[in-house]
C-alpha cells in the first residue's frame, strides 16, 4: 500500500506540489496522470526518498522509503532516462545493484530473461535505444521481486509490442496480488491498464477513484482527462 | 532510519567496488597516469643524469612528477562521485540504498581501496625507473628512507583522491569539479604561496608535500611528515565531512 498524505513540496519561492493525498492499493494498477509539469515525478521522487517533501508524507506500507529494511525487495522503481551509467554494460549495472541487495548473479540473468535483453545485456548502456533503456529500468525494478511497483512514465520510447508486453506485465503483477503505481502523460495507452486513476494538475489532484468513476459521462478516460486538466479544474470525484 | 547490519555494509561496500571496477573510465584514467608518470620521469631523470651526477637523490627525480602526477588522481577521485549523475544513476543508487550518509561514506572506502595500491605502483614506478638509470651515478638510498617516503606519497595521493571525490560529491558535474580542483592545484595554490608564505603550509597540496618529500640539507623542514600528513587528513575529513552533509540533505 502507498500512502500519499497532504504532500507539500516547494522548490524556490514556487509550489510544486499543494497538499496531494492518494492511495496506491494492493491487488490494482494505480494510474497516476497529469499533463508534463503537473507534479507526477515530484511525488514519484519524494515517494522514492529522493527528494524532500516540504510538509505531509508519503509512506510506503506505512513507512517512509528510508526506513525500510530492504528497499530492493519491497519497492521496484523505475525514473524517468535509463538509471544507468552510459559506459557501464547493462548486465555490469543490474550486478552492483544485486550485489548491493545482496541478490545473487543468477537473478540478473532471471531478469534479463523477463525484460529480454539478454543479448543486449553485454553491449554498453550509451548503446541502447529509448525501448531498451527502459526494459533496464524495469529489469533493475523487478530484480528484488518487491510487491509494489513504481513506474514514472513506463510505456514513454517503448515501440507497440513493448507496450503492449509491459501492460500485459503490469496486469499480471497486480492480478497476484501487488501494488503497481505508474504515471504517465499518455491516456490512451493507461485506459486499458489501469483499476484506479489519479489525475493531478497544478500540483493538485483533480480526480482519485475508479476508472469507470473517472471516466464517469465521457467516452473515454482521455477525453475525462481533458475536460478535467483543461482551464476548468473541476472537482475531485 | 533503520540500521543496516555489518553484512548489509559489506554489500554495499562490495557494489561500490563494482562500480569502479566496471567503470571503464577508471583505468583509462589509471593508465594513462601511469604512462604519463613514467614519462615524466624519464624526463627528469634524463636531466638529473645530465646535473650534477653524484650527488642526485634518486628520490628526489623519481618523485619529481608527483606535481604532475596528482592531476591523475583529482580526476580519478571526482568521476568516483560524478559518475553518479551521469545517466541519472544516482536514483537508481538510493532506491537500492537509501541510507545516503552510509552510501557516500562505503564509496570513499571503496574508492581508497583501489587508490591505495594504484598510488604505491604508480609512485613507485617513477622512483623504480629512476633506480634503473642512476643507480651508478646517484648517491646510494637507504630501503626505509625508500619505502617512507612511498608510502608517504601514496597517503598523499589518496587523501587528495578522497578530497577530490568529496568536492566531485559537493558539484556533482564532473567539468566544474575538474576545473575547480585543476585551477587551484596547478594556478592558485601556487601563486598564493609567494603571497601567502606565513599560511601556505597549511594548505591540502603543501601541507602534503611534507608527507613524501625526501629529507634534504638545503630545504628548511617547516613541516615534519607526520604534521604534514595530519593537516592533509585534516582537509580531506572537513571536505567529506562537508559533502556527507549536503548529501543527506539535498534533493537527489
Known sequence: MLTINNLVKHRGNQEILSGISFKARPGRVTGFLGPNGAGKSSTLRILLGLDRATSGSALINGKPFAELHNPLATVGAALDGFG?????????????????????????????????????????????????????????????????????????????????????????????????????????????????????????????????EVTGNHHTLEDAFFALTSEHTGDVV | ??????????????????????????????????????????????????????????????????????????????????SEYTGGQIRTTLTTVPWRGLQLSTKYLALAIITIPAAFIIAASGVLYAFIRMRDTAVVIEIDTMIKTLVGATGYLTLTTLLSAAIGALLRRT??????????????????????????????????????????????????????TGISMLWTLIFITVAIVFYRKRDA
Open chain 1, 84 to 212: 544507468a551509467h552510459r559506459m557501464r554494460t547493462g548486465r555490469a549495472h543490474l550486478r552492483w545493484i544485486a550485489r548491493a541487495a545482496g541478490l545473487s548473479r543468477s537473478r540478473v540473468e532471471e531478469v534479463l530473461e523477463i525484460v529480454g535483453l539478454t543479448n543486449a545485456a553485454g553491449k554498453r548502456v550509451g548503446n541502447y535505444s529509448l525501448g531498451m533503456g527502459r526494459r533496464l529500468g524495469i529489469a533493475a525494478a523487478l530484480l528484488g521481486d518487491p510487491k509494489i511497483l513504481v513506474l514514472d512514465e513506463p510505456v514513454n520510447g517503448l515501440d507497440p509490442e513493448g507496450i503492449r508486453w509491459i501492460r500485459t506485465f503490469l496486469r499480471e503483477r497486480a492480478q497476484s496480488g501487488n501494488t503497481v503505481l505508474l504515471s504517465s502523460h499518455l491516456m490512451g495507452e493507461l485506459a486499458e491498464t489501469v483499476d484506479d486513476v489519479v489525475i493531478i494538475k497544478h500540483g493538485k489532484i483533480v480526480a482519485d477513484g475508479t476508472l469507470e
Open chain 2, 1 to 82: 532510519m533503520s540500521v543496516p547490519s555489518s553484512r548489509k555494509i559489506t554489500q554495499i561496500l562490495r557494489a561500490e567496488l563494482d562500480k569502479l571496477v566496471t567503470l571503464p573510465l577508471t583505468w583509462l584514467t589509471l593508465i594513462v597516469t601511469f604512462i604519463l608518470n613514467l614519462l615524466l620521469a624519464a624526463a627528469f631523470t634524463s636531466a638529473g643524469l645530465q646535473g650534477a651526477a653524484g650527488t642526485q637523490s634518486i628520490l628526489k627525480i623519481g618523485l619529481a612528477s608527483m606535481g604532475y602526477l596528482q592531476a591523475g588522481f583529482i580526476i580519478l577521485g571526482i568521476l568516483a562521485t560524478c
Open chain 2, 175 to 228: 567539468t566544474p569539479a575538474i576545473v575547480v580542483l585543476l585551477s587551484y592545484y596547478f594556478i592558485v595554490s601556487p601563486l598564493s604561496r609567494d603571497f601567502l608564505p606565513s599560511i601556505k603550509n597549511y594548505f591540502p597540496d603543501t601541507a602534503g608535500y611534507y608527507m613524501y618529500m625526501p629529507p634534504s640539507s638545503d630545504e628548511i623542514n617547516v613541516l615534519t611528515p607526520m604534521q604534514g
